[in-house]
């Protein structure tokens, strides 16, 4: 298979990189004969936001698992925060589990349908839900307009309020790093300016944020980086210049479609 090349902006390269990061370095995965992920590398910043943008089938949801370690890659090294993990993973040492530090919202949501959203918010803090806990998720609830319907079972609210309850679950959890795949993609206008505000403070609060996104104007307009993956390969990586001014000709074409179909 002939290498393609990857065209790197400043903003996303693993230089000089600050010790406290999420970063993969050339981390690959395969599932049977097919190559889902080939040597990819890039770092998810504290108090940045990290747009992973590409076509649907592009692996992109693969690499959430692989960040999280919920489906770990096959090669390659990932670091947290100065832990370094190095694949395949020995099986005869512990590793430490990389969650709650690092947490995941996929797009399929994951909430238990026998419990109520208050309850599928509040389970993953088992019988850590202190004083401060819970005012962080009263706090969230207000925030994200979830009074009316908190104590709803999810076959009793929209999809969208669904989205927002998965969210505000990651986030009571006080991650430092929170991995978001499609959070805008049942929402409607007023909702996703609504996600736009809070990413900005999560991002201002110090987490890092990757957010999987097909909306490229929400990408420009919160992200720090952005990272172009296509059939496991990162074809291009830097500043959001990369939807304005892509270099690589499959992202310039990417990007045109993509404002044609908007």
Same mark, same amino acid.
């Given at each position: 298979?002939?290498?393609?090349?990857? @065209?790197? $902006?400043?903003?996303?390269?693993?230089?000089?990189a600050?010790?406290?990061?999420?970063s993969?370095?050339?981390?690959?995965?395969?599932?049977? *004969?097919?190559?889902?992920?080939?040597?990819?590398?890039?770092?998810?910043?504290?108090?940045?936001?990290?747009?992973?943008i590409?076509?649907?089938?592009?692996?992109?949801?693969?690499?959430? =698992?692989? !960040?999280?370690?919920? /489906?770990?890659? /096959?090669?390659g090294?990932?670091?947290?925060?100065?832990?370094?993990?190095?694949? %395949?993973?020995?099986? $005869?040492?512990?590793?430490?589990?990389?969650?709650?530090?690092?947490?995941?919202?996929?797009?399929?949501?994951?909430?238990?349908?026998? !419990?109520?959203? $208050?309850?599928?918010?509040?389970?993953?803090?088992?019988? =850590?839900?202190?004083?401060? =806990?819970? *005012?962080?998720?009263?706090?969230?609830?207000?925030?994200?307009?979830?009074?009316?319907?908190?104590?709803?079972? %999810?076959?009793? *609210?929209?999809?969208?309020? $669904?989205?927002?309850?998965?969210?505000?679950? *990651?986030?009571?959890?006080?991650?430092?790093?929170?991995?978001?795949?499609?959070?805008?993609?049942?929402?409607?206008?007023e909702?996703?300016?609504?996600?736009?505000?809070?990413?900005?403070?999560?991002?201002?609060?110090?987490?890092?944020?990757?957010?999987?996104?097909?909306? !490229?104007?929400?990408a420009?307009e919160?992200?720090?980086?952005?990272?172009?993956?296509?059939?496991?390969?990162?074809?291009?990586?830097?500043?959001?210049?990369?939807?304005?001014?892509?270099? @690589?000709?499959?992202? =310039?074409?990417?990007?045109?479609?993509a404002?044609?179909?908007?």
């Amino acid at each position: 298979m002939v290498a393609q090349q990857i @065209h790197s $902006r400043s903003v996303g390269a693993i230089s000089a990189a600050p010790v406290r990061e999420l970063s993969v370095h050339s981390i690959s995965k395969r599932i049977g *004969a097919q190559t889902i992920l080939s040597d990819v590398s890039f770092a998810i910043n504290p108090g940045e936001i990290t747009a992973l943008i590409g076509p649907s089938g592009a692996g992109k949801t693969t690499l959430l =698992k692989a !960040l999280s370690l919920l /489906d770990p890659p /096959d090669s390659g090294a990932l670091n947290l925060d100065g832990y370094r993990y190095e694949f %395949p993973l020995s099986k $005869r040492a512990a590793q430490p589990t990389p969650w709650p530090k690092v947490t995941v919202v996929f797009q399929q949501l994951f909430l238990w349908p026998h !419990l109520t959203l $208050r309850s599928n918010i509040l389970l993953p803090l088992g019988d =850590k839900l202190t004083p401060a =806990k819970q *005012a962080l998720f009263e706090h969230l609830i207000e925030r994200f307009k979830m009074g009316e319907f908190i104590d709803r079972y %999810p076959n009793q *609210a929209s999809l969208g309020q $669904r989205q927002r309850a998965a969210l505000v679950r *990651a986030m009571v959890l006080e991650p430092s790093y929170i991995l978001l795949d499609e959070i805008t993609s049942s929402l409607d206008v007023e909702q996703v300016a609504s996600i736009l505000s809070e990413l900005r403070v999560m991002r201002d609060n110090g987490i890092g944020i990757l957010l999987v996104t097909h909306l !490229l104007q929400f990408a420009k307009e919160v992200a720090n980086s952005v990272v172009f993956l296509e059939r496991g390969t990162v074809l291009e990586s830097g500043s959001t210049e990369i939807i304005t001014n892509p270099v @690589h000709p499959r992202v =310039k074409q990417f990007v045109a479609m993509a404002q044609f179909a908007s």
